[in-house]
């Protein structure tokens, strides 16, 4: 099956850097990457996702990139601001898989004023 | 607000009992996935339901169970608790379903947190 891994666990900056977090895959089938954004208690709220016909998409202070031969993507968020601080999720997914999504472990990201 | 509801928000039980979970999908949303976020495990992939058929199983024990009904709400009943169960249980919604060649955007329900003593 499916195996996500994501980098780093925990992500700290000062308000106005980037933040970047990388996420890869194991199955070649998988063609759907969404991103999701948690915040302590709460659902995981979708922010920004990517399918494999695309190699990058942005909205605007975020960003995914994927590269399919690599079977790697990464989230990009600029100009952080405190309210960024959170735990984000990588996931992916196929139809094969019965589009179940498979997570990473998160990454914890503390945006400092 | 996503639009898929959940019900109970808390649940504490006592190990040895049985509860049951419940998750209404966004309105058009056929298919309904259910989802375990414990510490230690983050989030785990349970089960999906599309339009009442059982269509995929992740690490699902087999103490619990699901279902989906005629108005496709669904329920996860989970049975003979033990510490170890106490997690967030999310359930997603989505429109598509497996095998029709696409994978679609699944959204979450606030959850429920289950607390097992």
């Known amino acids: 099956g499916e195996n996500v891994e994501q980098h780093p666990s925990t992500l700290s900056v000062q308000e106005g850097d980037s933040a970047v977090i990388k996420c890869t895959y194991s199955?070649?089938?998988?063609?759907?990457f969404p991103w999701y954004k948690q915040e302590l208690g709460k659902r995981p709220q979708l922010i920004i996702d990517i399918r494999s016909n695309v190699g990058e998409k942005k909205d605007q202070r975020i960003a995914v990139t994927l590269n399919k031969t690599a079977k790697h993507f990464s989230l990009h968020i600029t100009e952080t601001q405190p309210e960024d601080s959170a735990v984000y999720f990588c996931a992916a997914s196929g139809a094969a898989a019965g589009n179940k999504l498979t997570f990473g472990g998160g990454t914890r990201v503390l945006v400092k004023p | 607000d996503s639009g898929v509801t959940q019900t109970p928000k808390h649940l504490i039980t006592a190990t040895g009992q049985r509860v049951t979970l419940r998750c209404s999908p966004r309105?058009?949303?056929?298919?309904v996935y259910w989802y375990q976020q414990s510490l230690d495990q983050g989030l785990q992939f349970l089960i999906q339901?599309?339009?009442?058929?059982e269509r995929a199983k992740g690490n699902i024990l087999e103490r619990f169970s699901a279902q989906q009904f005629p108005d496709l709400h669904s329920e996860l009943n989970l049975s003979s608790l033990e510490l170890g169960d106490s997690a967030l249980y999310f359930c997603?919604?989505?429109?598509?379903?497996w095998g029709l060649g696409s994978t679609d955007t699944q959204y979450f329900g606030p959850g429920t947190r289950l607390t097992v003593l």
């Open positions: 199955d070649s089938a998988s063609n759907y």
């Open positions: 997603a919604s989505s429109v598509l379903s």
């Open positions: 339901y599309y339009n009442g058929e």
């Open positions: 309105s058009g949303d056929l298919s």
